[in-house]
């Protein structure tokens, strides 16, 4: 395997102005391992309940993702979320959780992953982020994703992992909200001062920005006319992002400017469909298309 990745996989019941969807396949592991497949090999540490469906394991094995990691909790009922998106997609209004199994979600890594060089560790508890660094044995880039919960109920366990990661992944409200900053750049330096030595800042329909050093790469989001669903895009973005970097192994600043626009061309398959209809179909040819696409987007000569 080149990539670990700890997260939740989830039932989510979802409505937008284009439409509903109940009880579909969701979590942050599940979009970013779907996406990453198309890249790299994936090893999934999470927890389901009892009611999880024999087919999504296997719709997720024959993606070649490695399921040794994933615990079902016998009697138990897999976690779910409900949410709700106006015209203004960037924001979700989260109607209901129900945790479930996930509530008491403590990874433990099998043997075989704990030399995996490539780690994501997804939106979850940072205690639980930082058990997870415990147990893996030098790999090459560690990245981490979180969420406005964590940022405001265990900042300070928050700050401890930043000190061990390699790459933060964090939304622009979240970057704000850490930093106590309004200016994005000023936000990326507070982050990059607590550890890590790249900041990805996920804009939405507005594109990502990268931090690294003293050079700042502003990319794109691809101009959709359709948008059903744009849950699980961000995740969806870093396993395109850390699938195309296990892929080449090419860490340059370069290959980081490649990576993440690989993320934003799976990021904008992703929100074309509910769960995860389109994301799990497509072809390289799509994808290559589109990825010139990007290119396109932005290209111009010099004076």
């Not at 401890?160 to 390699?166: A, F, H, M, Y």
């Not at 061309?265 to 469909?273: G, K, L, Y």
């Not at 389109?278 to 994808?287: N, S, V």
Request: hydrophobic share 40%; proline share 4%.
């Amino acid at each position: 395997m080149d990539i670990l990745v700890v997260g939740s996989v989830a039932f989510d019941s979802v409505e937008t102005p284009f439409g509903q969807a109940d009880e579909v396949l969701g979590g942050s592991a599940t979009y970013f391992s779907t996406s990453a497949s198309y890249f790299s090999n994936v090893a999934m540490v999470a927890v389901v309940g009892e009611d999880f469906p024999v087919e999504h394991e296997v719709m997720l094995k024959e993606k070649n993702i490695d399921l040794a990691g994933l615990q079902r909790v016998k009697g138990g009922e897999t976690f779910r979320w409900k949410g709700r998106y106006e015209y203004d997609l960037n924001q979700a209004h989260t109607l209901e959780t129900h945790l479930n199994v996930f509530e008491s979600f403590s990874p433990e890594l099998p043997e075989e992953y704990k030399k995996i060089p490539y780690v994501f560790l997804a939106n979850i508890d940072p205690e639980l982020q930082l058990k997870v660094l415990e147990q893996v044995e030098n790999p090459k880039l560690v990245a981490c994703d979180t969420m406005n919960f964590w940022i405001e109920g265990k900042q300070d366990k928050l700050r401890e992992l930043l000190k061990k990661v390699d790459m933060f992944v964090i939304n622009e409200g979240e970057a704000r909200e850490f930093s106590d900053e309004a200016s994005l750049v000023r936000a990326a330096r507070h982050i990059l001062d607590c550890g890590p030595h790249t900041v990805i800042i996920k804009r939405g329909e507005y594109g990502a920005l990268m931090f690294k050093d003293d050079e700042v790469f502003n990319a794109p989001a691809y101009p959709m006319e359709d948008i059903f669903d744009p849950t699980g895009a961000g995740d969806s973005f870093a396993g395109g992002l850390m699938g195309y970097l296990a892929n080449t192994g090419d860490l340059s600043e370069e290959g980081l400017r490649k990576a993440i626009i690989i993320g934003s061309t799976m990021a904008s398959f992703n929100v074309e469909a509910f769960s995860l209809n389109r994301l799990k179909d497509l072809t390289l040819d799509e994808i290559n298309l589109r990825y010139k696409a990007f290119k396109r987007l932005t290209h111009f000569e010099e004076l």
